[in-house]
Structures are given as structure tokens and as C-alpha cells.
């Protein structure tokens, strides 16, 4: 177990084939098609999905408008095939990290047309800039939106009150980034108590609360407490999510697609670090060309 978490940090030397292919069951796969494929499945089998456009850290403006003008694509889709889905999107794949105006011109794009979108909450850098683009949207009288809060974060408890009188729409997750622990907590007990404590906060405001997580100890938690919507991460607990559905709760299911499909993938395998070893034992064999 020791040694899989040491193979798990490791993962980012690992060869991108190597990823690509362990990461499959993660990502929908490259293209729109491949997208809107896999939501019809989950439609299907009742459950939502939220539609992410692989791409982060965009470097240049066109790639963050290419990136915007993707969602309109995805928008499309959604009404053509009559998708039950909305969209998830990255800050700093629409620019956030070269201008926050160029971001929100671009966010602003996706949601002018009218069906819901999420902002995604990436690592602390952007946390402030993030929560700031939410509330002037809000500001703004845009109601097709919500954003996402960070149990590790030792600030959230703070963030859920700064946002109550807005009564958000938020998802509740742990958080995946590397944090410092001067911000985070890091032991898995003192993320899960502020879990419910964000939790039980939001509820209190009468926020619209989506918990995402596959930990059970939380799934129970949120269950006890009656929330609206669960959501899980495509490729994940998939047993789970059926148990939920088959008992009458809604869930939700995270469908990234794109090219861009690393940074993402790597960030889903450390955190399977069941999954480490056999990694390693495949990149060994692809090296010694076995
Ligand atoms: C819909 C959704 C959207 C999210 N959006 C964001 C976001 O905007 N910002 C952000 O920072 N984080 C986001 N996350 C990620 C989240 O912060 C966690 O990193 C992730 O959900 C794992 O935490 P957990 O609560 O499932 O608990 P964990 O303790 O990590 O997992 C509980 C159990 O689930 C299973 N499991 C979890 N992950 C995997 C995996 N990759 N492969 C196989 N099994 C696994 C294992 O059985 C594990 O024991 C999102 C998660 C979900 C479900």
C-alpha cells in the first residue's frame, strides 16, 4: 500500500501511452461523439450527467475561445440529441490565467445560453478569482450557474457563510489538488468532518447542494441529511451510483471528452492508488519491451 502511494506520486514520469491507457475508464473518449454517447448510456440508466471539455492552464487567448466555443458545440449536441446534461467548465481553460476579463468574457459566452453551467473549483491559486466570478455573475442577474467548494480547504467553512445570502448552487467535493497544509487539511478525518460541516452550513443557507463523492462514510452522511443531488466521477464506484439511482436518488455523472485528456487522467489515477502497481508493472514491460 506504502509502496503503491509512492508508484501513485511517480504517476507524472510514467508514459503518456501508459496513462492513456488506465485512464481510459475515466474519459468518454476524444471527440463530442464519443460524449454524447456515453451520456445517452447514463441517461438510460437514469442518471444525469455534466459535460466537461478537456483543457486546462490555456496558455493563449484563441485556445481559450476555442475552448468556450466547444461548450457551444456541446450545447448543441445536448439539444439535438435531447441529453438530460449541463456542462462543467474550468476557469483556467477559459483564459483565467491570462486575464480574469478574458475569462469572463468567455464564461460569460458559455452561459448566455440559458441551460446550467458549473464552475469547476480548480487548485488555491484560483480559488478567490473563482468564487469572485461567481458572485458577480450572480451580480449580474445570471441564474444558470453554480460553482463548486473544497472540503480541504481550511477556508470553505468561511465561504460557505460569505455565500449564503446568494443561496448557491454548489457541489460539495473534497478537493484534488496538492495543497499546502497551512491551507488544507490533509488527514482524511479532518476532510471528511469539514465535509459535513460545509454540508450541514449550506443546507442551513437553503443552498442547492450537489454531494460529490464516492467515500461512503459521506455518501451516508449526505443520505441522512436529504440532499437534492449526489454526482460521481465517470469510471468511478459505478456499482455505487446504480444502488443510489435504483433507490430513488438523483446522481449525477462527471463525462469529461477531449484531447486534452492528461492532466486530468493523472489526477484520476493518483487517486486509485490500487491502481499504481499495475502501472508501474506496465511501464516496466513497455521499457524493457516485454
Ligand atoms: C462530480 C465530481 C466533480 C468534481 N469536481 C471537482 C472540482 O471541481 N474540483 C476539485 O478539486 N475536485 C473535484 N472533484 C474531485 C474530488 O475533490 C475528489 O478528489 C474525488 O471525488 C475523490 O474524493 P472522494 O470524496 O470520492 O473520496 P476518496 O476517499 O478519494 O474516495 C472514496 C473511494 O472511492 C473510490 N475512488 C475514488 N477515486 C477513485 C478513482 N479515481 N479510481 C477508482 N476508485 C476511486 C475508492 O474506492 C475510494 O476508496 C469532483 C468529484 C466529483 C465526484
Not at 501511452?17 to 440508466?45: H, Q
Not at 485556445?63 to 439535438?80: G, M, S, W
Not at 455565500?163 to 496538492?178: Q, S, T, W
Not at 462527471?254 to 493523472?266: A, H, L
Amino acid at each position: 500500500m506504502l509502496l503503491d502511494k509512492a508508484i501513485a506520486r511517480l504517476l507524472p514520469v510514467v508514459p503518456k501511452p501508459v496513462v492513456r491507457v488506465f485512464a481510459s475508464r475515466y474519459i468518454a473518449g476524444a471527440a463530442l461523439a464519443d460524449a454524447v454517447r456515453v451520456v445517452r448510456e447514463l441517461n438510460a440508466a437514469g442518471m444525469k450527467a455534466t459535460i466537461d471539455v478537456l483543457g486546462e492552464e490555456i496558455t493563449n487567448e484563441p485556445a481559450a475561445r476555442a475552448i468556450a466555443h466547444a461548450y457551444l458545440d456541446v450545447f448543441a449536441a445536448i439539444e439535438r440529441e435531447q441529453l438530460d446534461a449541463n456542462v462543467s467548465i474550468k476557469p483556467t481553460a477559459l483564459g483565467l490565467k491570462l486575464s480574469y476579463h478574458l475569462c469572463k468574457e468567455n464564461v460569460g459566452a458559455v452561459l448566455a445560453q440559458g441551460r446550467f453551467v458549473r464552475i469547476d473549483m480548480e487548485d488555491a491559486t484560483t480559488t478567490d478569482d473563482t468564487l469572485r466570478l461567481y458572485r458577480e455573475l450572480r451580480a449580474d442577474g445570471r441564474e444558470n450557474v453554480g460553482v463548486v467548494l473544497q472540503a480541504y480547504l481550511r477556508r470553505t467553512l468561511d465561504d460557505v457563510r460569505s455565500l449564503a445570502g446568494l443561496k448557491p448552487n454548489v457541489r460539495l467535493c473534497k478537493g484534488i489538488y496538492v495543497e499546502s497544509p497551512s491551507i488544507a487539511y490533509r488527514d482524511p478525518e479532518s476532510v471528511r468532518t469539514s465535509f459535513v460541516q460545509c454540508l450541514d452550513a449550506l443546507l442551513a443557507a437553503d443552498a442547492y447542494v450537489a454531494a460529490a463523492t464516492h467515500d461512503e462514510k459521506l455518501i451516508r452522511a449526505a443520505l441522512d441529511r436529504g440532499v437534492p443531488e449526489f454526482q460521481m466521477l465517470l469510471g468511478v464506484r459505478e456499482d455505487r451510483g446504480r444502488e443510489l439511482v435504483a433507490a430513488g436518488h438523483p446522481l449525477r455523472v462527471y463525462v469529461p471528452y477531449g484531447e486534452q485528456w492528461y492532466g486530468y487522467s493523472v489526477r484520476r489515477l493518483q487517486e486509485n492508488p490500487a491502481m499504481a502497481g499495475t502501472i508501474a508493472k506496465a511501464t516496466v514491460s513497455r521499457m524493457l519491451r516485454l
